[in-house]
């Protein structure tokens, strides 16, 4: 259980953050822990494996794509421990090696929609909305990227770091600086923590301004998303938790204390309605946000998991 803990606690601190690495270092995490429980009955082990889930789903709220990895991962059929394990590290491993492969087909879709000459912009730090521009740049396309500071974590920083060292002219902009200058750009990228049944995008707070200015500038917005990143529970009415986190991120802790009326609201992501996406690009092909019901239907099925 230690290294599972570890990997839990690394999600929570955000050392290992966005949406697609945290669902990979979850399913690994819970992979290793089960290879762990062979001595036990299957009861025990079921029950084990159960709770190590559970710790890992609980590290941030979010990103759907955590418990959708982690359910992907634990389901088994077996009546006994060893092919119990053997079933959970082999949903593991396809789970992993399909989640790194959409990347690649996420990168080689989106890229379609780049133009020649087109500046990008894209906000946070996504890896499947990263793979769009680098795959378009790859293809001899001569584009440039604007890239939001993404506060307050500022994820920003990353992203600009990972294209600049891809050789991709790149501009950072402070994230309220989006509208002024939305009339230079041709096309949004971002990436997506969860989309919901009715296609709205849930991701780094800012996307919505982005998509906002963007829809007055009639610029289009695509997605970039894999397949396990959409909601199944939205079907059931739930709604997707928007993660609050800590003051400290956005005001040193004594300064405010210092400031008895005042409060630090800091939400971390928020909800770009269907209505302001042009199309979101899954591993299996690029969709309108209204056909987010069949993605959840065919690639992780009806009932809730
Ligand atoms: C990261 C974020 C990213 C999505 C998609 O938020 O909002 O846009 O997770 O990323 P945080 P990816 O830094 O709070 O985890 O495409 O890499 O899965």
Redesign the pocket.
Known sequence: MEDLLITAEKIRS?EI?????IAVAASQALRDYARTLKDLNIEDFNTKVEEAAKVLVDTRPT?VSLPNAVALSKRHSADNVQDAIEEIVSNSDSFIKNATEALDKIGWIGAQRIRDGDVIMTH??????ISIIKTAFDQGKDISVIATESRP?R?GFITIKELSDYGIPTTLIVDSAVRLTMKDVDIVV????SISVNGALI??VGTSQLALAAQEARKNVIV?AETYKFSPNTLLGEMVEIEDRSSDEVIDAEILAGLPNVKVKNP?FDVTPAEYIDLIITEVGAIPPVMAFTIIRDYLGLSPI
Do not use: E, F, P
Not at 190 to 193: E, K, L, P
């Open positions: 955000m953050r966005g949406a697609g690495r990103a946070c730090n996504s890896h499947a909305a974590r994820q971002v990436g997506a923590d991701n780094k970039a971390s």
